[in-house]
């Protein structure tokens, strides 16, 4: 089964090298790896796709992860997009392809490229314009002038970005947070989007 890792770790040579060591000691295969956000301070956060081989437990490769000095879990889950990371340029080229279509495939394709569990496009009224099939029947409106983290449920992290007049909202099950990067890149993708449709 695939599971999606989120950790930060000292953006210094031998880092990954180490961290992908200790997950294949635990049993993980790394599939893919994604580099999420790196900040000034020296500090990178990665998303590592990986299968876990029979018998090995999450729990073990966490353990494992947060054994070497500065490495930090943030997340882990089960990842159900399949076995590869969804990048932004994917994104980019289906949106291309169907130009007339490009603001409703870009909330498709939103839980995939962002590792989130639904995610919609709502008009001012609160009316649903598109929605992935987890998402929730209602969504409060939020004026937002740029992608924004949302207050959450304790149970669901969120955060909105708008298009076109209307207000895009994400949501992840249980977290990680939305990373500035992660903002910036809604904010692009969306962005794309409505220049392609024409919107």
Request: charged residues 20%; negative net charge; hydrophobic residues 50%.
């Amino acid at each position: 089964m695939a599971f999606l890792l989120r950790v930060s770790l000292p953006d210094v040579p031998g880092s990954l090298g180490r961290l992908a060591t200790v997950i294949g000691a635990a049993g993980g295969d790394i599939e893919a790896i994604e580099i999420v956000e790196k900040s000034g301070n020296g500090i990178a956060v990665d998303d590592v796709l990986l299968e876990m081989a029979p018998g090995a437990m999450p729990d073990s490769i966490v353990s494992a992860c947060t054994a070497i000095e500065g490495v930090e879990v943030l997340w882990i889950s089960r990842y159900a997009a399949g076995g590869h990371l969804f990048l932004d340029l994917e994104v980019v080229e289906e949106l291309t392809a169907h130009p007339s279509e490009a603001l409703d495939r870009v909330i498709q394709l939103l839980p995939v490229t962002f590792r989130v569990d639904w995610g919609m496009r709502i008009r001012r009224d609160a009316s649903v314009v598109c929605a992935t099939e987890a998402a929730p029947a209602v969504v409060p409106w939020v004026d937002l002038e740029r992608p924004t983290r949302l207050p959450d449920d304790n149970v669901t992290v969120l955060c909105g970005a708008p298009i076109s007049g209307d207000l895009v909202v994400i949501g992840r099950r249980g977290g990680p947070a939305f990373l500035d990067s992660e903002l910036a890149r809604l904010g692009h993708l969306l962005g794309l989007a409505s220049t392609i449709s024409g919107g």
